[in-house]
Structures are given as structure tokens and as C-alpha cells.
């Protein structure tokens, strides 16, 4: 009885997750997947280069709506907020994206923080499989301690938060 137990137990955990869930390849707690990136200056780095730092990755696509909802967020409440601090930085990444398609989109959205290309999915790939916007907070361990799927304000207003804390520290 204990093992069936067990197993149905373990049956529901695994059904019960939810499409989101499932397509998360990295969870709060884990550290971030090692991935090379070029910065605004065209600058081959990776991102253990940032180590020290906290990080927010955000990916998104130029044509899907939630992410068009949050991104302005993102400019005002994160970048505007903290642009200058020397312990932050923000990485917004076109999923499916070439770097002109990005650029072009920065240009006509007015977005003054930089936008990175993933036309191969080759940084996503690494910490999901599908679904957009998506937003991973990275405190200066290299740890993940914030993940959120999809745009709610309320949502945001607790990854703001969680920022918040963290560079205070």
C-alpha cells in the first residue's frame, strides 16, 4: 500500500504541472546555464563573465502580445530604475529574432535599453522549450531566484520587488 501510494503520489505531482511549468528547463534554485552572448558593443561575452552582478534576462518576441505589454514595463519600472546601478544588468532577448529585427523594433518601439538576438533559440533553449514573455532574476551567486511565465502586473510587481532587494544588498 505504501508504494502504491508513493507512485500515485508522484503520478500527480507530475500531471498536475502545467503546460508553463513543463516547458521551464531551469528552476528557482538552480544556477543560470552557461551561454555566450555578444554585448552592446558587439563584444563576445558569456554570462559567467557577470558573476557579481544581478542579472534579469527577460525574452520576449516582437510580435506577440503579452510581450508588448510588458516590455514598456520593463523600460520604465526596470531599465529607467536602474540603468546606473554599477551591481545590475538587463538582458532582453528576441527570441526567433535577427539582430536587424531587433534593432529595427528598438528603433520604432523607442526602447532606450539594448535588445539581444536568439534567431536560433540557442540562448531560450537553455532555459525553456516554449512560451513568452518570460522573465529569470540571477542574484549575484549566479542562482536563479525568480522565474515567471507570461505578463500579469501583479507578477511584475513582485520580480520589481525581488530586484529591489537584491540590489540593496
Not at 65 to 84: A, N, R, S
Not at 149 to 163: H, M, P, R, T, Y
Amino acid at each position: 500500500l505504501f508504494v502504491l501510494f508513493m507512485v500515485l503520489g508522484s503520478s500527480l505531482l507530475v500531471f498536475g504541472q502545467t503546460d508553463e511549468e513543463k516547458s521551464t528547463l531551469v528552476k528557482v534554485g538552480q544556477q543560470v546555464p552557461a551561454f555566450e552572448f555578444s554585448d552592446a558593443n558587439g563584444q563576445p561575452k558569456s554570462v559567467a563573465d557577470l558573476k557579481g552582478q544581478v542579472i534579469m534576462i527577460n525574452f520576449f518576441a516582437t510580435w506577440r502580445g503579452p510581450c508588448l505589454k510588458e516590455l514598456p514595463h520593463v523600460q520604465t519600472d526596470i531599465f529607467e530604475q536602474y540603468k546606473d546601478h554599477p551591481d545590475f544588468t538587463l538582458m532582453v532577448i528576441g527570441r526567433e529574432h535577427t539582430a536587424e529585427e531587433v534593432a529595427k523594433f528598438k528603433q520604432d518601439k523607442g526602447y532606450t535599453f539594448n535588445l539581444m538576438a536568439d534567431p536560433t533559440r540557442e540562448i531560450y533553449s537553455k532555459f525553456a522549450s516554449q512560451f513568452i514573455p518570460r522573465n529569470f532574476l540571477i542574484d549575484r551567486d549566479g542562482t536563479i531566484i525568480y522565474s515567471s511565465v507570461g505578463f500579469q502586473e501583479k507578477e511584475f510587481d513582485e520580480l520589481k520587488s525581488i530586484l529591489k532587494a537584491q540590489l540593496k544588498k
